[in-house]
C-alpha cells in the first residue's frame, strides 16, 4: 500500500507556493510561458519539464488502465499536468493511494 503522505506534502507546498506566485505576479500565465519560450537557456528548460510531464502522463495512463480504470479517468490529471506540470502526477499519486487504502478496509471487512 502506498503512503501518501510525501506527494500530499509536495503538493500543498508547490500549490501553495504557485498560488502565492500567481497573486504577485505581473502578468498572465500565458504571456508567463510565451516570455520563457523567448530566451533558448529557459525554452530548454520548459522543454524539458514538459518531456518529463509527457513521461509522467503516459505513465498515469498505463498504470490506470493496468489497475483496471478507463484511460478516461486519468484526463483530468493530464489537463493539470499540461498546466501546473507537478500538479497532475502528484495528485494522482494521492487518489491513487487513497483509492488503494479504501480498497484494502474494504478487503479486511469482506472477511
Known sequence: MMSIALPL???????????????????????FGISLMSRPDTAQVVIDLYLLASLA???MYKDARRRGQSGWSVVPY???????????????LIVRGVRERQNAVEAIRED
Request: charge should be negative; glycine fraction near 8%; avoid cysteine.
Open 9 to 31: 506534502t509536495a503538493l500543498i507546498a508547490f500549490s501553495g507556493y504557485t498560488v502565492s506566485v500567481m497573486l504577485q505576479a505581473e502578468q498572465s500565465l500565458i504571456d
Open 57 to 59: 502522463g503516459i505513465w
Open 78 to 92: 493530464l489537463l493539470l499536468t499540461a498546466v501546473f506540470v507537478s500538479v497532475g502526477p502528484l495528485l494522482y
